[in-house]
């Protein structure tokens, strides 16, 4: 498998979490205005139903940042970036992948785990009365998600060193049309 299959294919995953992201989107925009109308119109308040509230945002963040690492929406100092060829941007971007962007993502993959296993063998729940069972599902979305951003960042490597190769110059210069 090439180089640019293989970037084609990672990139495909992190497009997959970028959509399962819109649909949580769309989700938490039901559960928030059934809890706005429950709460102003019926006086009837769910714990439950905020805290969902906040894991569907929780999970629609951490999914969101692989999307983002795909689409080069990541945060970065665009002052001299910009500045550069296509070349020496894949450099850029393969060298801050490699020496940044993977050992933190293994890093919290790897204590995460330890985090979702604890949280799994004290069957960790809400505090609050009414709120949500399986603690450790929420938890748990930690190591999956900086899994998945891990899996991103090596679809980034892949699309700098096809970068450097000289495979993607027709995006720089469409880049500069506008």
Do not use: C
Request: aromatic share 12%.
């Amino acid at each position: 498998m090439s180089l640019l299959k293989l970037e084609r294919l990672i990139n495909g995953f992190s497009d997959l979490l970028g959509r399962i992201a819109g649909v949580l989107l769309v989700i938490l925009l039901f559960n928030v205005f059934y809890d706005v109308i429950m709460r102003y119109m019926f006086n009837d308040v769910s714990i439950g139903m905020q805290e969902l509230e906040w894991h569907l945002y929780s999970t629609i963040f951490l999914l969101g940042v692989s999307y983002s690492i795909r689409h080069d929406g990541h945060v970065r100092v665009d002052l001299i970036y910009e500045r550069l060829g296509v070349k020496k941007q894949g450099w850029v971007d393969l060298i801050g992948s490699i020496i940044f962007l993977l050992p933190f993502t293994l890093l919290v993959f790897y204590y995460g785990l330890n985090f979702v296993a604890e949280s799994w063998d004290m069957s960790e729940q809400s505090g609050d009365p009414g709120g949500l069972l399986y603690r450790w599902a929420i938890k748990s979305m930690i190591p999956i998600a900086f899994m998945s951003m891990a899996i991103s960042g090596v679809g980034m490597i892949l699309h700098s060193i096809n970068r450097i190769r000289g495979l993607h110059q027709d995006e720089h210069q469409a880049e500069m049309q506008f």
